[in-house]
C-alpha cells in the first residue's frame, strides 16, 4: 500500500506570474507565497485566521492564506499586496488614501487591510461607514484604532484619494 503523498506540484497565478512548483502536501499558503515565491509583504500573524495579516485575494475572493494549503490553492489565481500596483509602481486610489490619512502605524495590518479593502470596493464602490467596519472586521489593528483606516476606506470610495 503505498504511503501518504508528501509533495504534489501545484500551479498558481500569482500577481500575474504563473508559478509551477512542487510543495509539500501540508505547506500552507501563506509560506509559499512568502517563502518559494518570495512576496514577503503577506504577514504572518497568528497562524490562527484570527489576524487578517495574511489576507489574500484567492481567485477574487478574500482569504486568510494561513488557513489554506498551498495544494488547495492548484489552478487559482492570487492576489497579494505586491499585486496591488500598477505596472509602473503606481499605487492605487486606496493607497494612496491610506497614506493620506495616515491609515497606517507600524504598517504589520496594512497588507491584510489593504486587501480586505480592495475586495470591499470591487463589491460595494460606495460602501458606509458600518459597511467599511464591516468590510474589514477580519482585520486586527493593533496601533491605529480604525478611524484613520475607515477614512481611508471612505476618502477612496469617494475618489477623494
Known sequence: MPGPVREQTISVTINGEVY?????????????????VDLTGTHVGCDTGNCGA?????????VKSCMLLAIQADGSTITTVEGLAGDDGELTPL????SKSHALQCGYCTPGMLLSATYLLEQNPHPTEEEI??????????????VNI???????????A
Open 20 to 36: 509551477e512548483q512542487e510543495v509539500e502536501a501540508r505547506k500552507l499558503l501563506v509560506h509559499f507565497i512568502r517563502d518559494v
Open 54 to 62: 495574511c489576507t489574500v485575494l484567492l481567485d477574487d475572493k478574500t
Open 95 to 98: 493607497q494612496q488614501a491610506f
Open 133 to 146: 467596519r464591516r468590510g474589514i472586521q477580519g482585520n486586527i489593528c493593533r496601533c491605529t484604532g480604525y
Open 150 to 160: 475607515v477614512e481611508a476606506i471612505k476618502s477612496a470610495s469617494e475618489g477623494a
